[in-house]
């Protein structure tokens, strides 16, 4: 049989996405993209809190610009909501007071930043807009365990930032709004798009963690990629998909595995049974390969995710893909 190889990752993807912003409470933004990152701003009496940061200073700027029609307050507070490249890079365009993350967060940007900056370069180039104009990694300086309240000043109530258990990555956090009840749950839910979990924790994530994003009650729900969810229905019809992603994952790499079994194998088994549901959704192939290959050490009793490089994301990618 002779196919086309599929292109790597989504370097073949050049398409340009349609930002959208919106406005989801009083002072409180959301920018979607169509699949691509989505990131969040959150209005102080006096200052603003942005919630991601994009691939690099020049993407950042231009959702700075669209913000700037709506607020020209200053950013005291750029949230971080885990280490991944396209979400931190763009960090020096805010000129943010602080920069706030996880302590895990920090451990991982230390450990693996570099890393994970060549490695998500080669996968999405299209994210990295005028990648020179990134001056380095982009360090927390200020960091918390489990929760961190930011009090917005005036009768706006406050903003809650926690790590809610290991997930997506080892160090992810939510930020979330009790008075408009909106909470931005970064790559720990995805609605209609397909998850990256080759840094995760898939056993916590689908359990304890998810519960606990369940349990804030959120009437809005700004994921980290794809559409936002309004409405209880679609928060929990989010979060249930973002669950059931990861339970049939289990279920086809838990039984190659147990059956001894091939990475291979099961790759092949979890493509058949996701890509109905997930296969048309943004980055699914993309994601894949690297999200087997993750949940596959973790059946073998990995504990930590093997640091993915520019070179190993490749070997996997021939591995399985190709
Ligand atoms: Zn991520």
């Given amino acids: 049989m002779s196919m086309a190889a599929k292109p790597f990752a989504s370097s073949a993807d050049l398409g340009v996405k349609e930002r959208t912003l919106e406005v989801l409470a009083d002072g409180v933004y959301a920018l979607t993209a169509e699949g691509d990152p989505n990131l969040g701003a959150i209005e102080g009496e006096d200052f603003l809190v942005c919630f991601e940061a994009l691939a690099t200073p020049v993407a950042a700027r231009r959702w700075l610009a669209e913000l700037r029609t709506h607020t020209d307050k ?48 080669g996968r999405m180039p299209r994210l990295f807009e005028e990648p020179e104009s990134i001056p380095g990694l982009t360090w927390p300086t200020m960091t918390f365990r489990d929760k961190l309240t930011i009090s917005l000043g005036g009768d706006r109530g406050e903003l809650v930032l926690e790590h809610v258990g290991r997930g997506h990555t080892e160090g992810d956090i939510v930020a979330w709004l009790p008075k408009s009840k909106v909470l931005f749950a970064g790559d720990l839910v995805e609605s209609q798009a397909a998850l990256y979990t080759g840094d995760a924790f898939h056993f916590d994530w689908a359990a304890g963690t998810l519960d606990r994003v369940a349990a804030f009650g959120a009437e809005q729900l700004v994921g980290g990629r794809g559409a936002i969810a309004r409405g209880r229905a679609e928060v929990d019809a989010a979060i249930e998909q973002t669950r059931a ?78």
Avoid: N
Avoid at 279 to 302: A, K, N, Q, T
């Fill in 245 to 322: 992603f990861l339970t049939t994952m289990h279920d086809t790499v838990g039984t190659a595995h147990r059956a001894g079994g091939t990475l291979k194998d099961a790759f092949e088994a979890t493509h058949a049974a996701l890509a109905p549901k997930f296969g048309h959704w943004p980055i699914f192939e993309h994601c894949l390969p690297f999200d087997v290959s993750r949940l596959w050490d973790e059946f073998s009793g990995i504990e930590r995710p093997v640091i993915w490089t520019a070179e190993r994301d490749r070997q996997v990618w021939e591995e399985l893909q190709s």
């Fill in 74 to 121: 200053p950013v005291r507070y750029l949230v971080l909501s885990h280490y991944h490249a396209v979400r931190v890079l763009g960090a020096s365009a805010f000129d943010a007071e602080v920069v706030v993350s996880s302590e895990q967060t920090q451990r991982l940007i230390a450990e693996r930043g570099q890393q994970d900056w060549e490695s998500e370069y």
